[in-house]
Structure formats: structure tokens, C-alpha cells
């Protein structure tokens, strides 16, 4: 049987999609649970952090690396029976939707041009244009690492809720698997769908530079001071509660295009700070000090990273 092999010459800036992170003492990719139990006993055996790792569509990693077990699920299988899908965690949702295109399924339109795995989006239950990734989830399973068990849930076990889960809340458990149930629909009109998200995404997203995505989360209008509710002009949207998008205070306060080493809030969309030259990741930190600075001291709010820091 293949021994899982621990790679010592992995930097998170190859693994990341900020393209930023020093070195991983150990790199493991896993794709089936006897991997995964390896990797852990790695960890222990040398008294390491570990950490699961997706396709780091989420998170800022460390110039000075991870001094642990980096541990990358690679389940890439997808299985057909009826209209429940089951997937592997490792899966892109990119190929995840051009499978539900090649096969009529329709549910996930909604995920079109949505960087990252399967495994990623159920952990945070990403979302975007009305949809969540919990919408057509009927199962998880997935495996704990503190008591070596399978864990199999339905959609209601998983708590899932606004860019949260289970999984998100214990943080101790390598989603393996996913079924979705999804209705059978015309392939043109789901293709055509997905497309129209890709496009939207590529006109208001900073593509052309590797990124996160928003790195603030928006702010949520019931807990926002009533000061800044007043200010003429505000913009509230439904997100899918009434907030104050982020990117909206970040433009107001005259943030755009700031720069810090290679690291600049993009001027397409103020929620983001890309890595355009050569960025480490004290250059997006110290963006990110300033951002909530300045927010603080114009507007009065805290703003709270949505992305990780690692
Ligand atoms: C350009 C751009 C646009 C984006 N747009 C959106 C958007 O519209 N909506 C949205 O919600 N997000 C968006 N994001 C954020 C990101 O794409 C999602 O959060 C995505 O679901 C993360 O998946 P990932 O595989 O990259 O996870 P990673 O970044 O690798 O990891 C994120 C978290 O998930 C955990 N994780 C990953 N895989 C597993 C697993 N198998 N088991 C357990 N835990 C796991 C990690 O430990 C980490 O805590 C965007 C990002 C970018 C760069």
C-alpha cells in the first residue's frame, strides 16, 4: 500500500492564492483516511500545530511559514446516482459545476466563478448572488480528529448558518465527502447561468491579481452606531441581512489604491487588497491595521477580518 509521503519543500505562497507564506515543515496530501491518521500522528509524535488547508482561496499566510503539518485533502471523487451528487472535499467547486453542467443538475448555479474546494466552502458555507452552499446539502461526512471517528451528518447537524458551520465551530474535523441533491434542469440554461456570475465576478472583482477575496466582513446594520446610520448617502444592502458593505466605508474613507510594499486596495473593489508585486504578508497586514484604523477613527466601527490569518 502507498505510504502518504510528508513534503518538506512546500511554501504556502505555492499553495495559497494570495501567493504569499514562507516554508511548511511538513506538506501532506491526503486521500483517504489512513492519510490523514498519519499526518496526525506526525504532528503528535513531534509535538506540532497542524492545520487543513483547502485551496487557500481564504487566507493570509505567514512570511515565516507553518512550523507544522499542513494537511490537503485531495478526494476529488464525484459519483452520480439519480440527482444526489457525492463529492470529494478536494474537489474545485469550479469542476465541480462543470460536471453539473455536463449533467443537466441544477442547484449550484448561484457558486459560478466561486474560488476554492468543496471542502473549503462547506467549512465557512460560502455564498454569493442569494445562494449558500448549504441549499442542496443532504449529507457530510466527515472525520474527527480528536476521536479518529467518521462522522456522518445531515444538512440540519451541520449548523449550518450565515458563513458558518459545525465544522467552522469546532474546527477539529477533515470534511471528507459531500452530497448534494440537486433537480434535473435544461444544461443551456444552467451553463448560461453559471457564465453570467463568471462575467459579473470578472467585472467587479480585481482578477488580475492574486487576492482572498474580501478581506473585511460587512457590517451588520443592527449592531452598527447609530451615528454612522445617519451619514447622508450610506449604502445598505442585503447580505442576506441589511448591512453596511465594507468596501463602501473603505471607498468613503478615501482608501482606494492605498499601497503598502507590493501590497494596494484595489481600486476595482475596496474590500480587497491584492498582491501586485511580490507582496509579503506584513505588507497586507499593515493594510489591514490601517483600513481598520481609519474606519474606526471616520465611522466609529471595529471591522473584523473575513478572511484567516495564518
Ligand atoms: C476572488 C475571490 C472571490 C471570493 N468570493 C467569495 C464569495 O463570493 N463568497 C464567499 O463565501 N467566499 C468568497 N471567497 C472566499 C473563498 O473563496 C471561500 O471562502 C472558499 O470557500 C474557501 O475555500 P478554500 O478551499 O480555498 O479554503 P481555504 O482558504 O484553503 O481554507 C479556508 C478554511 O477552510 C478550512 N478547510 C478547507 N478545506 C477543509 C476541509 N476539507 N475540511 C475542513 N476544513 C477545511 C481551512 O482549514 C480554513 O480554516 C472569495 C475568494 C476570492 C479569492
Known sequence: MRKMKPRSDVELKDVTNYKIGGRILYFCEVDK????VEALNLAETEHLPFFILGAGTNLLASDAGFPGVVIKPVLRSIELEGSKLKVGSGLLVDELLNFTIEHALSGLEW???LPGTVGGAVRGNAGAFNGETKDFITEVISFDTKTGQLVKRDNTACMFSYRNSIFKAKGDEVILFVEFNLAKGDRGAIAESVQEKIDFRKIRHPLEFPSAGSVFKNVDVRSAPPELLAIPGLLIKNDPFPVIPAAHLIGRAGLKGLREGGAMISEK????IVNFNNATSSDVRKLIEKVKTEI?????????EEILLI
Open 296 to 304: 474606526m477613527s471616520r465611522f466609529g466601527v471595529r471591522l473584523e
Open 111 to 113: 457558486a459560478g466563478g
Open 269 to 272: 473593489h475596496a474590500n480587497f
Open 33 to 36: 483516511v489512513e492519510d490523514i
